[in-house]
């Protein structure tokens, strides 16, 4: 067998000794999952303050002289586009692949520990190069999130100077970190498992990264592909997708290029994307729940098949983002019906997450809170996408709040809800020490709340038609005065929000300053990054030898185990039953 | 199929103690550079697919001009060709250990990618000598785009190149070099075909 010496790297045995080799150019994967995790969190936070400076345009037009319409754009277009790739993408994959995949297949690093280092600082120059456009003349693009041309190239958008070239550039070389990154990823969750640890018995949390992955390294090239025919658009005068227009009284030198096929492009890797998010996300929420349900994932078979599918249906929804743009009423039909079909497997996840916590022996931690918390905003952000799947209801509602609703239920907050379950689950792990559980407590019940107060009545307001995009809302007859209120409520909401994500940021770094130390196995989870020899691991994970598997990852409440969990590397023979009688698992 | 075997099993089930379960010996062959090469040529097949695509599509629109197609270019594939075939030549001669075939096969393989890159350049130059510019219509600059990616991805495959070949010339043993050259012969023969597919699309559109 090849594949042990492949996880058992011998060389990863010998410890960096420099304080640059350690926790600079580091080639250990932990080590690299935090850099990734810190990168991102910070880049978020950049994000978050643009939300909140959005907001309070939106919520009290006219007070801030400050914002003015082109501001706002670029507000909107760096939240975005922060959030969705340099964020929740980087963090996900980067962050808790990196960390996870090694400790929870029982190898002792990445297959290609260089290769990794070298993603990260990729990525790192990337989100230098994204931040940099907020300092040159003109400052950032305006475009909106998805960068459609004409506008995004073309004079009088905010940044079309040069902000949307950095733009396009930094998406390039997240791509090439991304890509870097994600072919490890694959090849170790493949080739470097140990023993024992077939397919089947990895935790979900590793399928969930894997499949995302996969999906990653398949459309991530189409937004590349787009980015670079844009970039030959605005440098060097070709017409891809730029039409024949006039612009500010000028007629520019392009011809009949096609506005359209970038949007087929940018959103045949955008759809995907979704799930490059969720997918890790429902992964690292599966372990989450179990662990602090004390019963075994519900239809584990079935959670790793609604990966697969989810991942393979995700390639052929893209065009639900483009019924406004136009197309075949064939096409349309077509998209709504694989869109719906989406649906059905992510519908048998909903399902057994509510029933693996039916009658679990249930600790509500501050992790299991924010996992039950992912269930409610990820159910809610579900059914208004049933909603918007439809041609015929998503016409009307596409270019008003309801939409922001909708993908703040489902890809913002839901996923950011399992980040910080996450996030609080494995933090004893990562830094060996506990975080204090009532600053958790408070943060989760006002993140929670707060991102109600601040998505629901947005619904609301997608109904009476208010519409997205607009920096300010002007005297319209459709819109009531009631409707201003509910704007400003929502914006003191999101104030709220943001304010109490400092909690988070405090309880960490305090934590890890002065926090407790930390039991090895606080949770008593079942996985093998739990059954490390050293809190927090150290080079190599695993001490002398790889840890060998014997069973899944979710033999929790066992009935006559004295234990209430079976961690997956300890034999049977040596897991103690209240009878004395042998150990032979669940019996059917 | 023993990936499809394998998520039909029932990992709940009471399993026993042998940790040497079936379906999780992976055979020799299966180096994790082999996997990552694969899924690297698929992610750049993805990226010249989704080009190609978009050529057709674009294609359709009414301002595309097809442009003529220069000689040039059946000598660069041939040239590309005969490189293909003295790689696969090499990594048998590695199969055989034989230490001066490698050194030879290496460095021709190497010179003929460079002469097929030079004669690239020179089919750019000829066209756009002859007024096809890179922006004057949607065909020349698919041309032009879809070339030259090409040839970045044979300058990157020649970085690799540089440093087996640097090995093998500085006495490395043949085992020791064995699978880099084999990449290499996977990835040159890998972009023949993507370089016969874009030929194929330049020439019939």
């Known amino acids: 067998m090849s594949y042990i010496p492949i996880a058992d790297q011998t060389d990863e045995m010998h410890d960096p000794h420099t304080f640059i080799a350690k926790y600079v150019w580091s080639q250990d994967h932990k080590v690299i999952a935090i850099q990734y995790g810190t990168v991102a969190v910070a880049v978020g936070l950049v994000a978050l303050v643009l939300s909140a400076l959005m907001r309070l345009q939106l919520g009290f037009p006219d007070s801030f002289a400050f914002i003015d319409p082109a501001e706002y754009y670029q507000y909107v277009t760096m939240h975005g586009m922060i959030m969705v790739v340099y964020l929740l993408t980087a963090l996900f994959l980067g962050g808790f692949g990196n960390y996870l995949i090694p400790l929870q297949i029982g190898a002792r690093d990445m297959v290609f520990p260089f290769l990794n280092m070298l993603s990260f600082w990729f990525y790192l120059v990337s989100v230098i190069i994204l931040m940099a456009s907020f300092f040159i003349p003109g400052g950032p693009t305006g475009a909106g999130w998805t960068l459609y041309p004409p506008q995004a190239i073309t004079a009088g958008t905010p940044g079309a100077d040069g902000g949307i070239m950095l733009m396009l550039a930094s998406l390039a070389v997240f791509i090439i970190a991304f890509t870097m990154g994600g072919l490890n990823y694959v090849t170790t969750v493949l080739q470097a498992r140990t023993h024992g640890m077939t397919l089947m018995r990895m935790p979900l949390s590793v399928w969930g990264i894997f499949v995302a992955t996969i999906l990653g390294l398949f459309a991530f090239p189409a937004l590349f592909v787009s980015a670079v025919m844009m970039t030959f658009d605005n440098m060097l005068g070709t017409s891809f997708f730029m039409p024949a227009m006039v612009s500010l009284g000028e007629t520019l030198d392009h011809t009949g290029g096609g506005p359209v096929l970038f949007q087929h492009l940018f959103w045949f890797f955008g759809h995907p994307e979704v799930y490059i998010v969720a997918l890790p996300a429902f992964g690292l929420v599966s372990d989450v729940l179990s662990c602090h349900a004390r019963k075994n994932i519900f239809g584990y078979r079935m959670m790793v098949w609604a990966i697969v599918a989810?991942?393979?249906?995700?390639?052929?929804?893209?065009?639900?983002?483009?019924?406004?743009?136009?197309?075949?009423?064939?096409?349309?039909?077509?998209?709504a019906f694989t869109t719906l079909i989406i649906a059905v497997p992510t519908a048998i996840k909903v399902y057994n997450w509510v029933l693996t916590l039916w009658e679990g022996n249930i600790r509500l931690t501050v992790p299991m809170l924010f996992a039950c918390g992912f269930i409610f905003t990820f159910v809610h952000g579900g059914l208004t996408g049933?909603?918007?799947?439809?041609?015929t209801v998503d016409l009307p509602l596409s270019d008003t709040y309801f939409v922001i609703a909708h993908f703040h239920m489902v890809m913002g907050v839901s996923p950011v809800m399992v980040l910080f379950a996450a996030l609080y689950h494995w933090f004893p792990k990562m830094s060996g020490k506990m975080f204090n559980v009532t600053l958790g407590k408070i943060h989760f019940w006002a993140t929670f709340f707060g991102t109600y107060a601040i998505y629901l009545p947005m619904h609301y307001l997608g109904f009476l038609g208010v519409p997205r995009r607009y920096y300010s809302m002007g005297t319209t007859d459709f819109i009531p005065e009631s409707a201003n209120t509910l704007n400003a409520n929502i914006t003191m909401a999101a104030i709220w929000v943001a304010v109490f994500q400092l909690v988070f940021i405090f309880n960490m770094i305090w934590s890890v300053w002065r926090g407790k130390k930390s039991d090895p196995n606080p949770w008593e989870a079942t996985t093998l990054e739990w059954q490390t020899p050293d809190n927090p691991p150290c080079h190599g994970n695993w001490g002398a030898e790889l840890p060998t598997v014997y069973r899944w990852a979710y033999e929790y409440s066992v009935p006559g185990v004295v234990d209430d969990f079976v961690p997956q590397n300890i034999p049977a023979k040596d897991v103690k039953t209240v009878d004395g009688?042998?150990?032979?698992?669940h019996e059917d | 199929?023993?990936?499809?075997?394998?998520?039909?099993?029932?990992?709940?089930?009471?399993?026993?103690?042998?940790?040497?379960?079936?379906?999780?010996?992976?055979?020799?062959?299966?180096?994790?550079?082999?996997?990552?090469?694969?899924?690297?040529?698929?992610?750049?097949?993805?990226v010249f697919m989704l080009f190609i695509v978009a050529y057709f599509i674009r294609m359709e629109l009414e301002d595309w001009r097809p442009m003529p197609e220069s000689n040039l270019l059946w000598v660069n594939t041939g040239l590309l060709f005969i490189c293909s075939v003295i790689m696969q030549w090499t990594r048998g001669a590695v199969h055989k250990g034989l230490q001066n075939p490698v050194k030879y096969g290496m460095v021709a393989s190497g010179v003929i990618t460079l002469a097929f890159v030079y004669g690239q350049l020179s089919a750019w130059e000829e066209m756009n000598?002859?007024?096809y510019y890179l922006a004057s219509n949607p065909a020349n600059s698919f041309f032009y785009v879809l070339t030259g990616l090409h040839g970045l991805h044979i300058l990157g495959g020649l970085w690799v190149w540089t440093r087996a070949t640097f090995k093998v010339l500085s006495g490395a043993e043949v085992k020791a070099i064995r699978l880099s050259i084999e990449l290499c012969s996977v990835y040159w023969h890998f972009l023949l075909l993507v370089w016969l597919g874009i030929f194929a699309l330049l020439s019939y559109t």
């Open chain 2, 1 to 46: 199929m023993s990936f499809l075997k394998s998520i039909f099993e029932k990992p709940w089930d009471y399993q026993g103690d042998d940790p040497n379960l079936s379906g999780q010996e992976i055979g020799e062959s299966l180096h994790p550079k082999r996997i990552a090469l694969r899924m690297f040529l698929a992610v750049i097949f993805v």
């Open chain 2, 129 to 131: 000598n002859a007024g």
């Open chain 1, 310 to 335: 989810i991942g393979g249906l995700s390639f052929i929804v893209w065009a639900h983002h483009m019924y406004v743009s136009g197309m075949n009423p064939y096409f349309g039909f077509f998209f």
């Open chain 1, 581 to 585: 009688s042998p150990y032979i698992g």
């Open chain 1, 386 to 391: 049933i909603f918007l799947g439809n041609v």
